[in-house]
Nanobody, 112 residues
Framework: QVQLVESGGGLVQPGGSLRLSCAAS????????MDWYRQAPGKQREWVAT???????NYADSVKGRFTVSRDNVRNTMYLQMNSLKPEDTAVYYC??????WGQGTQVTVSS
């Protein structure tokens, strides 16, 4: 069983930056591939980024070059550094461990 808690969301102006965190309980964090997803109002949840247990990363085209996913297996935490934010990045951001475990989400709003 893994429990995930996201934090770091908020209101930011276009062009600004935020760093999201996903803190995991348990001692098995290091073995999981981890993902970030997001869901905008009225839209389906969409995949944003992945970091594998080996540290390999992959990104959706919409965020490539602006977002960076990383993980700290000592702190059992995954991060999402978001730069050059756009209004269309506004969404609730969720982290996922493996295929089964989701956090509760953190709201990111990009607006002037």
């Amino acid at each position: 069983q893994v429990q995930l808690v996201e934090s770091g969301g908020g209101l930011v102006q276009p062009g600004g930056s935020l760093r999201l965190s996903c803190a995991a309980s348990g001692s098995m964090f290091a073995i999981y591939n981890m993902d970030w997803y997001r869901q905008a109002p009225g839209k389906q949840r969409e995949w944003v980024a992945t970091i594998t247990a080996a540290g390999n990363t992959n990104y959706a085209d919409s965020v490539k070059g602006r977002f960076t996913v990383s993980r700290d297996n000592v702190r059992n935490t995954m991060y999402l550094q978001m730069n050059s934010l756009k209004p269309e990045d506004t969404a609730v951001y969720y982290c996922r461990a493996g295929h089964d475990y989701w956090g509760q989400g953190t709201q990111v709003t990009v607006s002037s």
